[in-house]
């Protein structure tokens, strides 16, 4: 009887550290709809593997409870492979969001669609993952993000806080440059891992760090008790934008502040006074003009 005991708590603390230790909160989805193989099991079990990578391991050194895990959407496409090579080609969507505070709402940090998430993977395998080699293309690929999210949630929080974890991320992609897959070198494209943690880790791009602290801490956490006085200091936000988007133009890490916030920035401002919100619309047009069709709503 006594050896039950200890049996039953020995595996109560272990699902205690287990869910201690998990900081994501990832949502994996895989689609296959240009693949005609009928057997897809290897698909489904990836998927179960992939979460349990991403949302089984410590990845922040914070202390982090359960309902302040960090918010990822995961939606890999495969667009090539012939149901039983270990090699898929494909695309992938990554969102990352965290919590407004007293809110039920959720706002986005980022929503990066990655066009070479390419990886080797047999059904069964261990997504093994070392920080300090190489190992594979898949396990490089979600500890990146890992890192991303987690150091994006942190920056949001408190000013620069992120940066051990854009270390990491950097450290990772230092470590695939001799990979044969897409992404990670700056010649490959603008937009793509190199850019982004470049951007993340780069000082001149401070400025945008801070106001993205400023954007979520002392304007939408503070919407719930003051709306009128955060809404004013997201507004006086977009004229710090506006300067440093003129010394770094088309940089990837200012388009992508836009591609997460297009929405939620129509939203808040709509509530501004008329002279606010036209030269809120103005800066937002001209900063990002892939949305110019919604914000032209905020001049009625």
């Given at each position: 009887?006594?050896?039950?005991?200890?049996?039953?708590?020995?595996?109560?603390?272990?699902?205690?550290?287990?869910?201690?230790?998990?900081?994501l909160?990832?949502?994996?989805?895989?689609?296959?709809?240009?693949?005609?193989?009928?057997?897809?099991?290897?698909?489904d079990?990836?998927?179960?593997?992939?979460?349990?990578?991403?949302?089984?391991?410590?990845?922040?050194?914070d202390?982090?409870?359960?309902?302040?895990?960090?918010?990822?959407?995961?939606?890999?496409?495969?667009?090539e492979?012939?149901?039983s090579?270990?090699?898929?080609?494909?695309?992938?969507?990554?969102?990352v969001?965290?919590?407004?505070?007293?809110?039920?709402?959720?706002?986005?940090?980022?929503?990066?669609?990655?066009?070479?998430?390419d990886?080797?993977?047999?059904?069964?395998?261990?997504?093994?993952?070392?920080?300090?080699?190489?190992?594979?293309?898949?396990s490089?690929?979600?500890?990146?993000?890992?890192?991303?999210a987690v150091?994006?949630?942190?920056?949001?929080?408190?000013?620069?806080s992120?940066?051990?974890?854009?270390?990491?991320a950097?450290?990772?992609?230092?470590?695939?440059?001799?990979?044969?897959?897409?992404?990670?070198?700056?010649?490959?494209?603008?937009?793509?891992?190199?850019?982004?943690?470049e951007?993340?880790?780069?000082?001149?791009?401070?400025p945008?760090?801070?106001?993205?602290?400023?954007?979520?801490?002392?304007?939408?956490?503070?919407?719930s008790d003051?709306?009128?006085?955060?809404?004013q200091?997201?507004?006086?936000?977009?004229p710090?934008?506006?300067k440093l988007?003129?010394?770094k133009?088309?940089?990837?890490?200012?388009?992508?502040?836009?591609?997460a916030?297009?929405?939620e920035?129509?939203n808040?401002?709509?509530?501004?006074?008329?002279?606010?919100?036209?030269?809120?619309?103005?800066?937002?047009?001209?900063?990002?003009?892939?949305?110019?069709?919604?914000?032209?709503?905020?001049?009625?």
């Amino acid at each position: 009887m006594m050896y039950k005991r200890l049996f039953l708590l020995f595996n109560l603390c272990c699902l205690f550290i287990s869910l201690h230790a998990q900081d994501l909160n990832t949502r994996v989805q895989i689609l296959s709809p240009k693949v005609q193989s009928a057997n897809k099991r290897i698909l489904d079990v990836l998927e179960s593997g992939i979460v349990e990578f991403m949302n089984g391991r410590k990845w922040s050194s914070d202390v982090i409870k359960p309902q302040e895990r960090i918010d990822c959407n995961l939606v890999i496409n495969i667009t090539e492979w012939d149901g039983s090579s270990p090699n898929f080609k494909a695309e992938a969507q990554i969102q990352v969001s965290r919590p407004v505070y007293n809110s039920s709402y959720n706002s986005t940090l980022l929503n990066l669609s990655d066009q070479f998430f390419d990886f080797y993977y047999i059904e069964g395998q261990a997504i093994d993952f070392s920080d300090q080699n190489y190992i594979s293309n898949l396990s490089s690929l979600l500890a990146f993000y890992a890192n991303i999210a987690v150091g994006l949630d942190c920056d949001s929080f408190s000013k620069l806080s992120g940066n051990p974890y854009f270390a990491k991320a950097q450290n990772i992609l230092n470590n695939a440059q001799n990979s044969p897959n897409a992404g990670w070198k700056a010649f490959e494209g603008l937009r793509n891992r190199f850019w982004l943690i470049e951007n993340l880790n780069n000082k001149s791009f401070i400025p945008l760090r801070e106001a993205f602290y400023v954007y979520h801490r002392n304007g939408l956490d503070e919407m719930s008790d003051n709306p009128a006085k955060a809404r004013q200091t997201i507004t006086q936000l977009l004229p710090e934008l506006e300067k440093l988007d003129q010394q770094k133009q088309g940089a990837m890490l200012t388009q992508l502040f836009f591609t997460a916030k297009a929405d939620e920035l129509i939203n808040i401002l709509k509530n501004a006074n008329p002279a606010d919100k036209m030269r809120a619309a103005q800066i937002l047009m001209k900063l990002d003009p892939t949305n110019v069709a919604k914000y032209e709503s905020l001049k009625k």
